[in-house]
């Protein structure tokens, strides 16, 4: 009952947003901009022919593996780099310099290396979630607290115990931040990797849908499936911070 | 120094680099605490009380002197003497028997666990096994720690400021808990405090510190058998002679 007060105020902003959207579509004749009901027919389009479907998997399928390979990459060198302060020092500026170049500026060498097939968005998706990670994993591990660490010395307990009951559950919410931050940006990044030269996923559906006869209608769907998806993946992000293991960071 | 002594404190020194030049904050300071003993150090606050407990339970390296324990030299902290501190460290992502479980090297899983069990319930956390720290009063977590220092059967218990952010009811419950576990388990303690009731309760002597750079200003036996009643006169006037070196004078307040 609280959770459908919550979800008033939100819904009604955006009932409110449609109406506008409709009666100024309505009020200036456009002849190409889409009402409201003409976004749902042309999803209701692709949901019958089966397109949106195959879209939406090739779209998931890349973010996936290239945030998958990010995690298994990010997790151990954040851990590393977090521990082993000469790790730190080395790589950190490197990892600095890197980190501000938009993922977008890699699709010319993407496409170099690895054509136009799927390893290009998943390379692109990797690269730009791969280091938010890093950073916040090392962040994670850098803020454990000193009397935690003290503890640990203080039992003698072997480094493997030290790691695994210590270190990496200490650093796990900071991870969990990363991932989110990563996960979130990956799913920008697929959309605009897709609309280079691909022949599926939700960027690719964007594209073609104006270049092919402007279906503004399905330009629109895409980009609020787009929407509704990146935030049922953050939902699901979120989730893992209610697990038992992370809860002490949030309640106090 | 008898040959009974568990601890040695020779000769400590500890400075500190500051932007105002150094800062001397222990200034030779020697002392023993014997087997099975209870030593309360009380001192000012700021008079480096924390620094040398850090050094007497082998975090920190003195400048100059050392700290021998059975006749060995101290550079490293060892699961034989535990060190239970204000801000306390049980660790918030694990439960309370994994907490106990933590320190429990090389035994099986079983045993780890029916140690752990056994020690949760010596502390008053039978039933609590399976909660996690947020799930526990402060009194508890405090329990836990303590449990959990109890469990790798240490020899000495380093004790700094350990019940301070109780509240008052609660510290003196604590304290009673402590005496209770003390008697059934042997242990040398070191206690740091700044409050003079709490080293009368429970110590066998009571070290003053002066403040910087910091000296030994007095020693005082309490040779008194537990329970010990505070209100009694003999404990009042060890309290007066204690708070007197501290520089607080209770009679003409």
Same mark, same amino acid.
């Given at each position: 009952m609280r959770s459908v007060k919550k979800a008033l105020p939100p819904l009604a902003v955006i009932a409110v947003i449609i109406g506008i959207w409709w009666v100024a579509v309505v009020a200036s004749g456009s002849v190409v901009f889409p009402t409201p009901w003409q976004v749902i027919a042309g999803a209701l389009e692709l949901i019958r022919d089966g397109t949106l479907f195959e879209h939406i998997g090739a779209s998931l399928f890349r973010v996936g593996v290239g945030f998958g390979i990010a995690v298994l990459v990010a997790v151990p060198l954040g851990l590393w780099m977090g521990w082993v302060n000469g790790a730190y020092v080395t790589l950190n500026p490197l990892f600095q310099m890197l980190r501000p170049i938009s993922p977008i500026a890699w699709i010319p060498i993407a496409i170099l290396w690895f054509g136009v097939g799927d390893v290009s968005p998943i390379f692109l998706i990797f690269i730009s979630s791969v280091f938010p990670m890093v950073v916040q994993t090392i962040n994670g591990v850098h803020t454990i607290?000193?009397?935690?660490?003290?503890?640990?010395?203080?039992?003698?307990?072997?480094?493997?115990?030290?790691?695994?009951?210590?270190?990496?559950?200490?650093?796990?919410?900071?991870?969990?931040?990363?991932?989110?931050?990563?996960?979130?940006v990956a799913w920008l990044v697929v959309v605009a990797a897709e609309m280079i030269a691909l022949h599926s996923g939700l960027g690719y559906l964007i594209l073609d849908s104006r270049n092919a006869g402007n279906r503004y209608d399905l330009v629109v769907a895409g980009m609020i499936i787009i929407g509704l998806i990146g935030l049922l993946l953050d939902g699901m992000m979120r989730l893992l911070e209610g697990l038992n293991v992370v809860r002490w960071r949030y309640v106090r | 120094m008898s040959a009974n002594d568990k601890i040695v404190v020779d000769r400590v020194a500890k400075s500190f680099a500051t932007d105002q030049g150094t800062l001397r904050v222990l200034d030779e300071i020697s002392l023993s605490v014997g087997d099975g003993e209870t030593v309360a150090i009380v001192g000012p606050s700021g008079c480096g009380k924390s620094t040398l407990m850090s050094i007497i339970a082998g975090f920190e390296p003195p400048d100059t002197g050392s700290v021998r324990v059975d006749g060995r030299e101290q550079r490293t902290p060892s699961a034989r003497g535990i060190l239970i501190s204000?801000? =306390?460290?049980?660790?918030?992502?694990?439960?309370?028997?994994?907490? &106990?479980?933590? !320190?429990?090297?090389?035994? +099986?899983?079983?045993?780890?666990?029916?140690?752990?069990?056994?020690?949760?319930?010596?502390? =008053?956390?039978?039933?609590?096994?399976?909660?996690?720290?947020?799930? &526990?009063?402060? !009194?508890?977590?405090?329990? +836990?720690?303590?449990?959990?220092?109890?469990v790798v059967k240490p020899e000495i218990l380093y004790m700094d400021e350990p019940f301070s952010a109780l509240d008052a009811l609660l510290h003196l419950r604590m304290r009673n808990e402590l005496l209770r576990i003390l008697a059934q388990e042997r242990h040398t303690v070191v206690l740091i405090t700044h409050d003079v009731e709490e080293a009368i309760h429970l110590a066998n002597r009571v070290i003053v510190l002066s403040t910087r750079p910091t000296t030994i200003k007095a020693t005082f036996d309490v040779p008194f058998a537990h329970p010990r009643k505070l209100l009694s006169a003999p404990l009042q006037a060890l309290r007066t002679a204690i708070l007197r070196e501290l520089g607080v004078d209770t009679e003409s307040a």
């Open positions: 607290e000193k009397r935690y660490l003290r503890a640990a010395a203080n039992f003698g307990v072997s480094r493997a115990t030290l790691f695994r009951q210590v270190v990496i559950p200490a650093a796990i919410p900071q991870m969990i931040v990363g991932m989110r931050i990563g996960l979130g | 204000q801000n =306390g460290s049980v660790f918030p992502w694990l439960t309370v028997q994994q907490n &106990l479980m933590f !320190g429990l090297n090389g035994l +099986a899983l079983e045993e780890k666990k029916r140690l752990a069990d056994h020690y949760a319930e010596m502390v =008053g956390l039978k039933g609590f096994e399976t909660r996690y720290p947020h799930e &526990l009063s402060g !009194g508890m977590i405090k329990r +836990a720690e303590l449990a959990r220092a109890l």
